[in-house]
């Protein structure tokens, strides 16, 4: 895969300025590296027509950036995170509201009128082990009925969001991640994801 040089603008807190950063990408934006004051976002963007990258393949391929990285910039990290989004097309009138029913059950006014868009956010805690390293993680769903329409056909689109967002207790500010453990990491986090998904999945049946 060949990156370009770029640029990305990000806003720098407390005084609210613009700066650019430095971003490499590929060539049909489905990939890209973004450095930014205190972090470096790794992403990948499905483009349409093209294969799908899977989640392990996408944490091989992070590994061998952060290796690529660490050749001149040798850092360590006091945060790591995995965030994955995912939508779904398929699901007709009638399964859609029952999803929402199975989540907000308690609520009345659903049976009376279900609503074309909603949102509901978890965060649950739990120990993870990587590198012989154990930590708190938060593991996020972030899962929603999403309505909009397209500014250029008018077309509506009507469909289900799904984010998913592992990532080490914030509260925790230690530097303590060097490569070994970015790799180990990269090595657990997308079975850790689909655990996560699968735990969804039950809920899209």
């Known amino acids: 895969m060949i990156f370009i040089p770029g640029s990305n603008q990000e806003i720098e807190l407390p005084q609210g300025l613009v700066k650019n950063r430095l971003k490499f990408y590929a060539i049909d934006n489905s990939f890209s590296i973004n450095f930014r004051a205190d972090r470096i976002d790794i992403e990948c963007i499905n483009v349409l027509g093209k294969p799908v990258m899977s989640c392990e ?19 360590k990290a006091n945060r790591l995170a995995f965030v994955t989004t995912y939508r779904n097309f ?19 006014e659903i049976s009376e009128v279900p609503p074309i868009e909603w949102n509901h956010r978890t965060c649950r805690r739990y120990s993870r082990t990587f590198n012989s390293k154990t930590e708190i993680f938060n593991n996020v769903y972030n899962l929603g009925r999403v309505f ?58």
């Open 148 to 205: 909009g329409v397209n500014t250029k056909n008018r077309q509506a689109h009507n469909f289900f969001e799904l984010g998913l967002d592992i990532n080490t207790n914030p509260e925790n500010i230690g530097v303590r991640f060097s490569t070994p453990d970015f790799n180990g990491f990269l090595s657990e986090v997308s079975a850790w994801n689909q655990e996560l998904l699968n735990n969804v999945n039950g809920i899209l049946k």
């Open 90 to 108: 398929q699901l007709s009138e009638p399964e859609k509201d029952q999803v929402y029913s199975k989540i907000f059950s308690k609520l009345t």
């Open 57 to 75: 393949d996408f944490c091989e391929k992070a590994k061998s950036i952060v290796a690529a990285i660490e050749q001149t910039h040798v850092r």
